[in-house]
């Protein structure tokens, strides 16, 4: 059997980048304001030494993580599993989205549906109005 997907449907458009961009705005919305990516890129950092998997003086750039929001991979797994805890995202969501089964941030999923059902009712209420003008015709 099986095993259910719970983003199923819920594909975040594009690759890493787009996940990451997600990611950062449920992030936002959780803190309730904006974050900096210096911000975001400190936390890392914080994180990564507690992980021991950095020194505080060999610490990511900020120039690492505007590479990262272009599209660049974290190539260390520890950075990565830093990046989304930072984030509040499973890891495993934010390195290869819905293929890992793993939960992507709740409220922009569920935005996401919504808007996934609204094109899809568009589109399925577009096409019953054009079989109903060909009938007619």
Do not use: C
Request: proline share 6%; glycine share 10%.
């Amino acid at each position: 059997m099986k095993k259910p997907n719970p983003n199923e449907g819920l594909a975040v458009a594009g690759g890493f980048k787009d996940r990451l961009f997600t990611a950062w705005l449920w992030a936002q919305q959780q803190y309730g304001g904006p974050i900096k990516k210096k911000e975001l890129t400190d936390e890392i950092n914080a994180i990564l030494v507690t992980l021991g998997a950095r020194k505080d003086d060999d610490p990511i750039r900020q120039s690492v993580m505007t590479e990262w929001f272009n599209g660049a991979i974290p190539r260390e797994a520890e950075t990565m599993v830093a990046l989304a805890q930072a984030l509040g995202v499973d890891p495993g969501w934010l390195h290869y989205g819905e293929y890992s089964r793993a939960d992507g941030p709740p409220s922009i999923l569920k935005k996401l549906e919504q808007t996934n059902q609204a094109v899809a009712g568009m589109e399925g209420a577009a096409a019953v109005d054009a079989a109903a003008k060909k009938d007619a015709g």
